[in-house]
């Protein structure tokens, strides 16, 4: 199976992109919605909640694992890449969600100024500024975290009016610092439960990237390359979801995030 992991439920924004792309494959998903959020979490903390998830896939059947989370890619996912899979699982393969995000901004940005709002781990982190100066060194990034948001999304507040008026002030902060600013990564994957509300305060001629999309086809573009992965795939149509609390909200919450109903079963890490 091809697994996700998130500390929570946004995740499940990228997974249902990924299927609507690619059907065809068998898919396993795990939030850590008992330690949601992450994103003020320290390093530490965040690799090890990750490396549970990961190991917990893996032993599930996953072949390979998407870290579906910006602050569990920021922080945990070159560690896991250089000791925690040569050590425990050598076959294995995790991919995270900045680079492939990253590759694709210089196509969108004309003002060659780009924002992002994130996690307060992934902004302190600085992996967009620095992913991006890799590959178009010639973009100015600027960045905002967003601290209050991933709580109240996963508290099921993503209607109520406070979110609108947190999103003024984020969004403050970011333009602010600077006028030429075009394009902005929602660089969290929950932020694309509320990005048609974030797209009504943006100013004329700026955009919000969410970044469902984009990794849906980075992975069917990594599968093409990889075909010693491909073809060990199901091609079965099974979904799996897990979740590290189990409960109506989460329950709920999963089904809006999703798409459409589903079944939660209860993991412990």
Known sequence: MIGFFDSGLGGLTVLREAVKLLPQYSYIYLGDNARTPYGD?????????????????????????????????SVALRRIQQEFLPENFP?????????????EIGKLTRSREVGVLGTQATVNSLAYTKEIAKTSPEIKVYEAACPMLVPMIEDGEGESMEIN??????????????FNIDTIILG???????????????????????????IAWKLKEYLARHKEIENKLEKKGERIFLSTENSKKVEFLSSLFYGEPVRIELVKL
């Open 41 to 73: 979490l320290d390093e530490e903390s965040i690799y090890e909640y990750t490396v549970d998830g990961v190991g917990e896939l893996f032993h599930r059947g996953a072949e390979l694992v998407i870290l579906a989370c910006n602050t569990s890619s």
């Open 91 to 103: 076959d294995m393969h995790v991919l995270g969600i900045i680079i492939p995000t990253t590759e």
């Open 165 to 178: 008026d947190l999103l003024q002030i984020y969004l403050n902060e970011l333009l602010v610092q600077s």
């Open 188 to 214: 969290c994957t929950h932020f694309a439960l509320i990005e048609g509300r974030i797209k009504k305060q943006l100013p004329y001629g700026v955009q919000a990237v969410s970044q469902g999309p984009i």
